[in-house]
């Protein structure tokens, strides 16, 4: 079969047929997968039943994969984080976030797998850090390209929602010790397409290194209001069994939380990138 990718906006988003991801990865398919995610950023797969070694195996063939120091791990593959959130344990990702920013080389991708679905609700949108940087003034984008932000670990995971029992503070303590705050390029280069795009993001970016905190606060406000715009989005409503696919590394994605106290698991794999320039 040809892989058929139909795209869903001008900015980002495709929906991805005639491909089996239970089955694993033909070279040939791969590539494709590889090319479409540069053009479209995030790639959707209906109807793909996958096991978490599965998941694994397909994240691996584009990328070593990533162990998050806090989430919960599938006990049949240990680099699959299981999002499990419901009432006693409430989604944390309902902000605009890129993952795992916070260590020296982010994630290149992650690939995610809608296990068991609320009712109605528990929608994810994408937005395209190259459209919104694309749509700024000459002179803004002027002043953001040479800028550098920092990036925490703790901003998004904070003690008091991760270090709740004695076990879990140990695990979060280890977690800070290895993850100081790092700092990032404002707008970063794609390593392969070479656009520029936001590298800026309200879950792990606390601060614009060489403005002040006033400075700092106003710009990333207006960025992250510009970036949340429609016109760079995409939304995808979740069917039992859906798979997305996107680029971690100039793409920003919200979960929305507004299925509880339904119940809703995905399951993640995590793809290590290269250090922003």
């Known amino acids: 079969m040809t892989i058929d990718i139909r795209p869903l906006g001008p900015a980002i988003g495709a929906l991805v047929s005639n491909i089996d991801l239970t089955q694993p990865l033909r070279t040939s398919d791969r ?24 998941q694994r195996d397909l994240a691996r063939a584009f990328g070593e994969l990533h162990i998050h120091p806090v989430y ?15 009432n006693d344990n409430p989604p944390d990702n309902d902000n ?20 068991v679905l609320p009712p109605h ?24 390209d040479p800028l550098h932000a920092e990036h925490s670990f703790v901003q998004s995971f904070p003690a008091w929602r991760y270090a709740r029992t004695p076990e879990e503070r140990k695990t979060w303590e280890a977690a800070v010790a290895k993850s100081p705050e790092v700092v990032h390029p404002v707008v970063r280069t794609h390593p392969v397409s070479g656009k520029r795009g936001l590298f800026v993001n309200e879950g792990f970016t606390s601060r614009i290194v060489e403005l ?11 960025l992250r209001v510009h970036l949340a715009k429609p016109e760079f989005t995409v939304r995808w409503r979740w069917k039992q069994h859906d798979l997305a696919f996107w680029d971690n590394r100039l793409t920003q994605h919200y979960a929305t939380a ?17 250090a922003p320039f």
Do not use: C
Request: charged residues 15%; hydrophobic residues 45%.
């Open 31 to 54: 590539d494709a997968l590889h090319s479409a995610l540069l053009q479209h950023h995030v790639l959707f797969f209906e109807n793909q039943p996958i096991t978490p070694v599965q």
């Open 72 to 86: 919960p791990q599938h006990p049949e593959a240990a680099e699959i984080i299981v999002l499990d959130t419901h």
């Open 96 to 115: 605009w976030h890129t993952d795992v920013t916070f260590i020296t080389t982010p994630p290149l991708g992650a690939i995610l797998s809608a296990r």
């Open 121 to 144: 609700g528990g929608d994810t949108l994408w937005a395209s850090g190259i459209a919104a940087y694309e749509a700024l003034s000459e002179p803004l984008r002027s002043f953001l």
């Open 212 to 222: 002040t905190k006033a400075e700092s606060d106003a710009v990333l406000a207006f």
């Open 258 to 274: 507004d299925y509880l106290p339904h119940r809703r698991v995905m399951h993640r794999a995590t793809i290590l990138g290269d």
